[in-house]
């Protein structure tokens, strides 16, 4: 009989999150106040977020205690089961055990909660009745609305309202789980009002709802924000994934040459990675790759650098790989096309080169989720089929070098929700083509009311 | 054409979700979205297309703005909440 699972007995549950912080190799820059040119203090986050997340996010001791209040809700689903994935490595016919964690098994079915839960909890310790968040096409405003609930804190989402059209049965979780879900723009809010105002029939946009939600918790009392990635306080909390994949491979006397997770703000990827990076720095001989959409390269294409998050210079400095000049067409050489969405820890650690990331384009990772599914089962979650891809890839690296290897990655979540881009994928609407006239007349009619030459 | 053809889409990275390419014209109020030509840059030839059809001020805007990293957006929006209250 050959072992498919590793489990963790509720006890053995780590009972401390990791913080890579500590053992960074180099300290990393902190993100500075443009006006002052000084580091953003903790009354500058106040606004928003609790003294004792404030307190973690600038944190730099190793280990962090995880309340009993927080496990208690972490034993719904956790320890996650470990799963080595034999019939994807039959599939791929490489010399390679593939190991993964499976965080769909969380409630709202993606390693989401493992954060939104101690947020909760710190948020309801320091007295707040009530959190606001933003949320695209609702993994996080789920996991969220969920875990305010376990909390018995009230949760109001503002859901950009293309996705909320698009998307309604992560809408409908989070009414399940009792949170409001609004499309946004709304006329709840100023920035909402002053968008609709202009543009009545906007579809929204994530930076529409930030702004709804946060002037929401900076005008409402005893309300504050939540943020499901890229902060510190959010990789801290994702670090659970990583300290029971050791304790899981400890157990069958495994450990990994190749630790894989895919990137969008970082915290599923630091989630499973940041253990083994302080492995890592200590000494131990393993490779840590990041899996991120080509369409976007954050990680792989980017110089390192501050940034003012304006020309006016009204924002803070924030050291991020930025998308740099070398993956933008040619005759565009301009700093507005970067993009600055990755974990500053992430970020840190791709330039001291602890950590890699290579990007993989949606239908080579569509291509790989449908072999993981047909070989394993499990439909992934289209942001885990980047990681999928980048372990086939490596499978296949493998296989060139002549050389066995063990991959651990982490499946961040399930696609049950996402059928629709599997619909997309499958029936070729994904992918490249020639844009029809049709199309670009739509387009024209989208930009109709712009200024014309 | 075929109803399909037209429907053609892009996921987008930052909603999680398959978006058609007039959303990525408006993302940004009165421009594109930051991401337009990197996203849509090999499904043809988006920057020509905007460089004909935006007013000559609005491309330089466009390639100019700015896509901030959330915690710069975050104090951003905060400073301007405060303002409205």
Redesign the interface.
């Known amino acids: 009989m050959e072992q498919v699972k590793v489990f963790l007995d509720d006890s053995e549950i780590p009972r401390q999150w990791y913080n890579i912080v500590a053992d960074m190799p180099t300290p990393m820059s902190p993100p500075l106040h443009p006006g002052t040119g000084q580091p953003i203090s903790p009354e500058d986050m106040s606004a928003i977020f609790p003294m004792n997340i404030i307190e973690q996010e600038a944190s730099s001791q190793r280990w962090i205690d995880i309340p009993e209040e927080v496990l208690q809700k972490y034993f719904l689903w956790r320890p996650s089961p470990l799963y080595r994935a034999r019939n994807f490595e039959k599939l791929l016919n490489c010399p390679v055990k593939i190991y993964y964690k499976n965080e769909g098994v969380s409630p709202a079915g993606s390693h989401k909660p493992n954060a939104a839960i101690p947020m909760a909890y710190y948020n309801k310790v320091a007295g707040t009745k009530r959190i606001t968040t933003e949320t695209g096409a609702g993994q996080w405003g789920s996991a969220l609305s969920m875990a305010c609930q376990m909390f018995g804190l009230s949760c109001r989402v503002y859901m950009v309202k293309i996705s909320y059209e698009q998307k309604p049965y992560r809408r409908l979780m989070m009414n399940t789980w009792g949170a409001e879900c609004i499309p946004s723009p709304s006329n709840l809010t100023q920035a909402g009002r002053n968008v609709l105002a202009e543009h009545p029939d906007s579809p929204g946009s994530l930076g529409i709802a930030i702004s709804e939600a946060i002037e929401d918790a900076v005008t409402t009392p005893n309300t504050k924000y939540a943020l499901g990635s890229v902060l510190n306080h959010v990789l801290l909390y994702q670090s659970i994934i990583g300290l029971e994949a050791q304790k899981q491979l400890k157990k069958i006397g495994v450990y990994p040459d190749v630790v894989m997770g895919c990137c969008g703000g970082g915290s599923n990827f630091a989630g499973i990675a940041m253990p083994f990076v302080c492995d890592k720095i200590n000494g131990k001989k393993v490779t840590v790759v990041g899996a991120e959409p080509s369409s976007c390269p954050t990680m792989t294409k980017g110089p390192f650098a501050y940034d003012f998050g304006d020309l006016a210079k009204t924002t803070p400095l924030l050291p991020m790989y930025t998308l740099g000049h070398d993956y933008i067409p040619a005759p565009i050489h301009a700093g507005g096309l970067r993009y600055h969405g990755m974990a500053p820890i992430v970020s840190h650690l791709v330039r001291e080169k602890t950590i890699e990331a290579r990007a993989y384009d949606q239908l080579k990772t569509f291509d790989a989720g449908v072999k993981w599914a047909r070989a394993e089962g499990f439909i992934p979650a289209p942001e885990t089929n980047h990681v999928i891809a980048a372990v086939v890839d490596e499978a296949m690296r493998a296989k060139e070098e002549g050389k066995e290897k063990v991959i651990l990655f982490n499946w961040s979540g399930h696609g049950l929700v996402d059928l629709t881009a599997y619909d997309s994928y499958l029936s070729g609407k994904l992918g490249a083509y020639e844009l029809p006239d049709e199309e670009i007349k739509r387009a024209l009619n989208a930009i109709k009311d712009f200024p014309k030459p | 054409?075929k109803p399909?053809?037209?429907?053609?889409?892009?996921?987008?990275?930052?909603?999680?979700?398959?978006?058609?390419?007039?959303?990525c014209?408006?993302?940004?109020?009165?421009l594109?979205?930051?991401?337009a030509?990197?996203?849509w840059?090999?499904?043809?030839d988006i920057?020509t297309?905007l460089k004909e059809?935006?007013?000559?001020?609005?491309w330089e805007e466009?390639?100019?703005?700015?896509?901030?990293?959330?915690?710069?957006?975050?104090?951003?929006?905060?400073?301007?909440?405060?303002k409205?209250?």
């Open positions: 054409m399909e053809v037209i429907d053609k889409q892009t996921r987008c990275p930052r909603l999680g979700h398959e978006i058609a390419f007039s959303y014209l408006k993302e940004a109020g009165d594109p979205c930051p991401r030509i990197s996203c840059a090999a499904v043809f920057e297309f059809k935006l007013a000559p001020g609005k466009f390639i100019n703005q700015k896509a901030n990293d959330k915690i710069t957006t975050l104090m951003e929006v905060i400073e301007k909440a405060k409205r209250i």
